[in-house]
Each structure stands twice: as C-alpha cells, then as structure tokens.
C-alpha cells in the first residue's frame, strides 16, 4: 500500500479509539518502511518487505506495550500503528513475512491487488466511512480513559477548585 493509505487507515482508527495518540499512530503506521531508510543509514542494505516487515515482530510488540509496560500510551499507538501496516501489506500480492524464519509470505484475504491499484484508495475510503460512522456514534471523544477533562469536571462540580487547580495542566 501506499504511505498515504497506511496513514489514513491507521489515524481514522485511532481517532475512534484515542484522539490524542493519532500522530504516534500514523508514524508507526509508516515505521516499516522509514525504518528500512534509517537501517540503510548503516550502511547495510535490507529489501523492501524484508525485516521491518514482519508479522509477528509487530504483534508481539503490539502485545507487549498494551499489557506490560508503555510511556504514556504512545508506544502502544505506535505499534498498533505498525502492526495496521504490516495487515495492510498483507492484503497486496506481495504479502509480507510471517515470521523470520520463515520464506513464506503472508496474505490476509488472499492477496488479490497489487500497490497503487484503486482497491486499495476503495478500502482506504471505506475505513475512514467506518470511522467518522463510529466517531459520530461515539460523540467524537473516542475511548481515551486516561485523558481526564479537568476544566470539564470543575463546570459540572464533579471536582473542586483546588483539585481543577492541582490537576488543570497534566495531560495524564
């Protein structure tokens, strides 16, 4: 797929979920292949869909960051990022490793369009439609549990001054 589709795929996806991590998304929704350009920086050269690519990499860090330690939930956005790029290479002829050991390819859906094909902005398009869909259902705050609205609470007179106070300028 295309860097622009991986990234609207994974930030609609996101801003359902958690609105506040749509840019730790969408960098990890492109990480497989800017991290190709950072591993040649090395001087070693890696193919296209090689390494960085790797299906069970991505999900074991997807895994991990979700249920065992994170930064403020940015690592977790970033490798679900990540791992929404890796499914939708899946989805191209080209495939992607599934493990690396492994010189078989994966395919999710059998793999019936090639990179740039319509298919794949039709697909791009039907995510976003899904999206906004929810978002709207939803009331556009998506599902972000951490991120308290201080100001909010000090108006309804669920908190009082001195907690709005304490509080008010803490993202977390």
């Known amino acids: ?7 609207l795929i994974a930030g609609a996806i996101c801003a359902v979920i958690s609105p506040p991590h749509v840019a730790a998304c969408v960098a990890g929704a492109t990480a497989p292949d800017w991290m ?5 920086l090395s001087g070693k050269h ?12 991505w999900i074991i860090a997807a895994i991990a960051f979700t249920f065992i330690w994170d930064y403020h939930g940015i ?3 970033f490798s679900w990022g990540g791992v929404s790029h890796i499914l939708t290479d899946a989805m191209t002829v080209s495939g992607v490793p ?5 010189d078989r390819r994966f395919h999710l859906f059998g793999g019936r369009f090639r990179t740039g094909d319509p298919v794949e902005y039709a697909i791009s398009a039907g995510v976003i439609m899904v ?10 705050q998506g599902f972000a549990p951490f991120f308290y609205n201080w100001g909010g609470l ?19």
């Open 1 to 7: 797929m295309k860097w622009l589709n991986h990234t």
């Open 131 to 140: 999206a906004i869909a929810l978002n709207h259902v939803t009331g556009g």
């Open 75 to 77: 690592f977790v956005a």
């Open 98 to 102: 599934f493990s690396p050991y492994s």
């Open 46 to 57: 890696i193919k296209h869909r090689g390494p960085t690519h790797v299906f069970t990499h």
């Open 36 to 40: 190709e350009y950072v591993y040649k």
């Open 154 to 172: 000090y108006d309804q007179g669920l908190i009082d001054g001195l907690e709005w106070k304490t509080n008010r300028f803490r993202l977390i």
